[in-house]
C-alpha cells in the first residue's frame, strides 16, 4: 500500500512558475513508477509527465513538453513538478501517482495503481 500527499499547489499569473511535491508513505517508494495527470472542471483526467523507478526516463506530452520537468528523490520518497511558463490552459486539479510497471515508466491511467487527492493549480491570465 502506498499513499501520496500532494503539495504545492496555489494561484500564480500566466508565465509564472510552481512546484509541486508528491510525498509517499512507505518503504518501497524507489520501486514504483510515477506519474502526474491533471484535471479540468468538465474535462477528462489528462497525462501531464511520468518518471521510471530510477528516474533515468521521463515522458511528457507535447502540451506540456519543454515547459515541466518531472524529478524524483528516492530517499526522501518524493517526486516532484517543476511547472515554468504557466499558462491559463494550465489551471486544473493535479494529481500524482504510482504504478509497477514492467516497462518501468507508465504513462496510462490504467497502469497506476495509487492515487493522490490532488491539488489546485489556477493560473490567471
Known amino acids: 500500500q502506498v499513499q501520496l500527499v500532494e503539495s504545492g499547489g496555489g494561484l500564480v499569473q500566466a508565465g509564472g512558475s510552481l512546484r509541486l511535491s508528491c510525498e509517499a508513505s512507505g518503504h518501497t517508494f524507489s520501486s514504483y513508477a510515477m506519474g502526474w495527470f491533471r484535471q479540468a472542471p468538465g474535462k477528462v483526467r489528462e497525462f501531464v509527465a511520468a518518471i521510471s523507478w530510477s528516474g533515468g526516463s521521463t515522458y511528457y506530452p507535447d502540451s506540456v513538453k519543454g515547459r515541466f520537468t518531472i524529478s524524483r528523490d528516492n530517499a526522501k520518497n518524493t517526486m516532484y513538478l517543476q511547472m515554468n511558463s504557466l499558462k491559463p490552459e494550465d489551471t486544473a486539479g493535479y494529481y500524482c501517482?504510482?504504478?509497477?510497471?514492467?516497462?518501468?515508466?507508465?504513462?496510462?491511467?490504467?497502469?497506476?495503481?495509487?492515487w493522490g487527492q490532488g491539488t489546485q493549480v489556477t493560473v490567471s491570465s
Open positions: 501517482a504510482a504504478g509497477r510497471s514492467a516497462l518501468g515508466i507508465a504513462v496510462l491511467e490504467g497502469q497506476y495503481d495509487y
